[in-house]
């Protein structure tokens, strides 16, 4: 079975400042999805940005971008310019393209304190 | 509204009762999840579905028990509540489509005394 895994529980960051959430995977298939989602205090889940297994170039959306090694099975997120409200608990994601599957399988995420 | 909706927002039980989480979404998604919540943990997957009358167990199905009769509802039921089930449970749902991200529900909250 697929497994996630974040191994920093807690992150902080001075706002304006880049940090780098981390998250690899567990996989024998070669077509996947990965996905970081966001949970803020409202326990709402977002989606921050979402990566092809099958694509090389790293996805990005505005102050987001992940670095996404296929061969060492690892999928990092970047937030640049930190904001107050970039504080929240960040989940990676990881689903399968092969149908029925389609389950996704989350890690424990990482909470990300933003500091004035 | 559409939407996904999970009932009820919070729920206090006690240990032995049988409890029933229901889960409703409008968009005819193909599939339907069911995540618990806890420190430490993320979010477990329980059972998912992938169509009606299709359930496939997760990574902590033990205790629970699912059923899709109708591609809007996904309704999950505890049939012996223990305190260990005490969570934030979520629904979800998606297309078909691998890519295609999660739409979850507002989550309910459940005590087992």
């Known amino acids: 079975a697929q497994t996630v895994t974040q191994s920093q529980p807690e992150m902080s960051v001075q706002e304006a400042e880049t940090v780098t959430l981390s998250c690899t995977y567990d996989?024998?298939?070669?077509?996947?999805?990965l996905f970081w989602y966001k949970q803020p205090p409202s326990r709402q889940m977002i989606l921050v940005i979402r990566q092809e297994a099958y694509k090389q170039q790293n996805a990005t959306e505005n102050r987001f971008s992940v670095n996404f090694q296929k061969a060492a099975k690892s999928f990092s997120l970047k937030i640049s310019d930190s904001q107050l409200g970039d504080a929240a608990m960040y989940f990676c994601a990881y689903r399968s393209a092969f149908p029925p599957r389609g389950d996704m399988r989350f890690g424990a995420g990482t909470r990300l304190t933003v500091k004035p | 509204d559409a939407g996904i909706t999970q009932s009820p927002r919070y729920k206090i039980t006690e240990t032995g009762r049988q409890v029933t989480l229901m889960c409703h979404q409008t968009w005819s998604h193909s599939y339907m999840f069911w995540y618990r919540q806890d420190l430490g943990h993320g979010l477990r997957l329980i059972y998912y579905s992938a169509a009606a009358d299709i359930t496939d167990k997760g990574e902590v199905p033990d205790g629970y028990v699912v059923s899709r009769s109708k591609t809007e509802n996904f309704p999950l039921t505890l049939e012996s509540a223990t305190r260990s089930q005490t969570s934030v449970y979520f629904c979800a749902s998606s297309g078909t489509e691998g890519n295609e991200k999660l739409f979850f529900g507002s989550g309910t909250q459940l005590s087992v005394l």
């Open positions: 996989t024998s298939e070669s077509d996947y999805y």
